[in-house]
């Protein structure tokens, strides 16, 4: 088997997924940007020379596609992510969305490629969760958004659980970064909100599983 590693990350197109997804072609593994339309996956792919595949995560039909044309992933990043300022109860539509995104396409993308990595001995699963996530700093997120990413917090131990350790699965708070979704007031650049990610994505062996983290270092749940 090559030593060279391939990684799969979601909403790869712009802010925090583009800078992990240059940062993992930084450190020698192929990448694929994922993205909702190709042309945006495409476009952001061409910078810095990675593969590009139409993924969107809330539909089964397009992660089979995807991950078909992908091949093997060795490399996991779920970061496609959705944010609605409505209230919770107010926007059944903004729930069923932030939950599809945000935990159900993660989890249908891991079901899938998790086997493969087992049979390989190797394998990396980041998700990209939120301080706002956290049952600690009391699910701060609007709308449906902090309640799904403690639910992905969720699914990171329990799968975490179920695989062995050479399949390593993490969570990560990228902190408050310049982004669209952050704006333009954050505190971190998209290159500084990567870095935890791309440190869990490229783990020893002797890295840890099932943990929740923020600027390399656990983070409450």
């Not at 890295?207 to 656990?218: I, N, V």
Request: glycine share 12%.
């Amino acid at each position: 088997m090559s030593s060279r590693k391939t990684a799969l990350v979601t909403g790869a197109n712009r802010g925090i997924g583009l800078a992990i997804a240059r940062g993992l072609s930084a450190a020698g593994l192929d990448v694929i940007v994922g993205a909702r339309k190709f042309e945006d996956a495409q476009a952001a792919a061409e910078t810095f020379g990675a593969r590009a595949v139409q993924l969107d995560v809330s539909n089964e039909d397009s992660i089979e596609a995807a991950l078909a044309e992908a091949g093997p992933i060795d490399v996991l990043v779920n970061n496609a992510g959705v944010l609605s300022q409505d209230p919770v109860l107010e926007n059944p539509e903004a729930f069923d969305q932030a939950i599809a995104v945000m935990l159900k396409g993660p989890y249908e993308l891991i079901r899938r490629l998790a086997p493969g990595m087992v049979e390989r001995g190797y394998g990396r699963i980041v998700n990209l969760s939120s301080e706002w996530g956290s049952f600690a700093s009391g699910l701060g997120g609007p709308g449906p958004y902090g309640l799904a990413k403690a639910a992905l917090n969720g699914l990171t131990i329990a799968a975490a659980r179920d695989l062995p350790d050479s399949v390593k699965i993490n969570a990560m708070c990228p902190g408050w970064v310049q982004t669209r979704m952050g704006g333009a007031g954050a505190t971190l650049t998209p290159e500084e909100g990567a870095d935890t990610a791309i440190w869990l994505a490229t783990l020893p062996d002797d890295g840890p599983t099932g943990g929740f983290f923020q600027d390399r270092k656990p983070h409450a749940w």
